[in-house]
């Protein structure tokens, strides 16, 4: 039964460094992700003027309840959105001019519910080329509180990001949301505000956050949920096989962990217990409509899969999978048609439609993206002479990811 080590939760390790960074004394995380994401989140914070203390297994860091300590920053937030979008609003919090840029792919990706949700509450937030893209300067002395409505249909970090920043206002906030996908990521954002000591309850569409900052304390990260989405699914396509990740258990904060529902439906035997999650292919492999909109980021994963069905797989209801890393829709359904498989696609959905022919093996396209590469990884255990244009491209999440792959490949086909 092999185990699989997975690195920690990118999701969880940005958060964990908002809420340490914004506590009253020093922060101890345990296992946080090491990738380009979550360490140019971390290197955001020290421009910031905050200290954090790396070795490789722990992130330490020195909480500042006032804010920032620096009086200007320029922060460079790479392909992060979590950075893009989580640091303006702590910055929002101190009193200083600070500046955010990031990388192209990261100022083509929208942000104005936040940023207009931010000005609504007194922020004076410039953007410096087009409205609702990065690069903006926050010109901060603190945020009163008050009440704000936000739409969160296209990004539910457009909220993370107003909650966390709730605690440090001076009266609080109510955040009334009209729209929101990704609602487990809010489940994990809401979890851990309270670990850290926050108060924060939900009144139907309503998120009331008083006002009271954070406790440091010491936090270990989960593995990435999505990531072991790569290494579930290639369980769930080669017959026999057995993948185990511990530490991704009944328990577990995030949403993705579902995906293994997903594969369950499919055929594929899973079980969650306490300490860990385990698929083990059976062989069968059946098509489904499955409806993404809680867990997006394994959209491709299934895609990815869905050749080696045997009737067509429909997913529903993931628009705002267009505007991450790249139109994963079209990513997705681009390169299947490349290895021949047939494709529709809509607004908010993608069918892919198995036929009887193999699909051929071909290089895809990475759009920037790791989780295409990651995912026509899984394509590749059963498809000879698949390569990528760009596989480094997986270091926003798992710099390790390939080797990793190579070896439960070796296991798996042994
Ligand atoms: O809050 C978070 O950590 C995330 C929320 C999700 O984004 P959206 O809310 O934009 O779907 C997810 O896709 C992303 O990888 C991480
Ligand atoms: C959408 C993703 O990342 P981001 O945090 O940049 O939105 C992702 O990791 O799939």
């Not at 209801?317 to 505007?323: H, I």
Request: negative net charge; contains cysteine; hydrophobic residues 40%.
């Amino acid at each position: 039964m092999p185990a699989v080590d997975i690195p920690g939760s990118k999701s969880i390790t940005a958060r964990a460094l908002f809420l340490a960074a914004a506590a009253d004394g020093v922060t101890t995380l345990v296992r946080p992700l090491r990738s380009d994401d979550t360490e140019g989140f971390a290197e955001g914070l020290v421009r910031l003027g905050y200290r954090v203390g790396r070795t490789p297994d722990t992130w330490q860091v020195d909480g500042r309840p006032e804010g920032p300590a620096v009086p200007e920053a320029d922060v460079y937030c790479r392909d992060g959105a979590t950075t893009a979008r989580f640091l303006p609003a702590l910055a929002a919090a101190g009193h200083g001019t600070y500046r955010f840029d990031a990388s192209p792919q990261m100022r083509r990706r929208p942000l104005l519910p936040l940023t207009r949700a931010l000005r609504d509450l007194g922020v004076d937030l410039r953007h410096e080329e087009a409205e609702g893209h990065h690069p903006l300067t926050v010109t901060a002395s603190g945020v009163e509180g008050g009440e704000v409505t936000l739409d969160a249909g296209q990004s539910s970090q457009y909220l993370t990001a107003l909650l966390l920043l709730g605690p440090l206002t001076r009266t609080g906030l109510r955040i009334a949301v009209t729209d929101l996908v990704s609602v487990p990521y809010v489940e994990i954002t809401l979890a851990m505000m309270r670990e850290f000591g926050a108060e924060v309850r939900r009144e139907g569409n309503v998120f009331v956050v008083p006002p009271g900052g954070y406790r440091a304390t010491t936090y270990r990260i989960e593995p990435d949920a999505s990531t072991a989405s790569y290494f579930f699914a290639a369980a769930a396509v080669t017959p026999g096989a057995e993948v185990t990740v511990p530490g991704l258990g009944t328990g577990a904060l995030q949403g993705d962990l579902a995906f293994v529902d997903v594969l369950r439906r499919m055929g594929a035997q899973v079980t969650v217990g306490a300490d860990g999650t385990t698929v083990r292919g059976t062989g069968e492999l059946h098509g489904l409509t499955v409806n993404m909109r809680d867990i997006s980021d394994t959209m491709p994963t299934l895609a990815a899969i869905a050749p080696f069905a045997d009737g067509p797989v429909r997913i529903e209801d993931v628009a705002n999978t267009r505007v991450k890393e790249c139109d994963r829709l079209e990513a997705c359904a681009r390169n299947l048609r490349r290895l021949g498989v047939t494709v529709e696609t809509g607004p908010d959905h993608i069918e892919i439609r198995p036929g009887s022919a193999a699909p051929a093996g071909t290089e895809i396209t990475s759009y920037g993206d790791h989780r295409i590469v990651m995912s026509f990884a899984v394509t590749g255990l059963r498809v000879p002479g698949i390569s990528f244009d760009d596989p480094g491209c997986v270091r926003k999440t798992f710099p390790g990811f390939h080797e990793a792959f190579a070896e439960l490949r070796g296991r798996l086909l042994r």
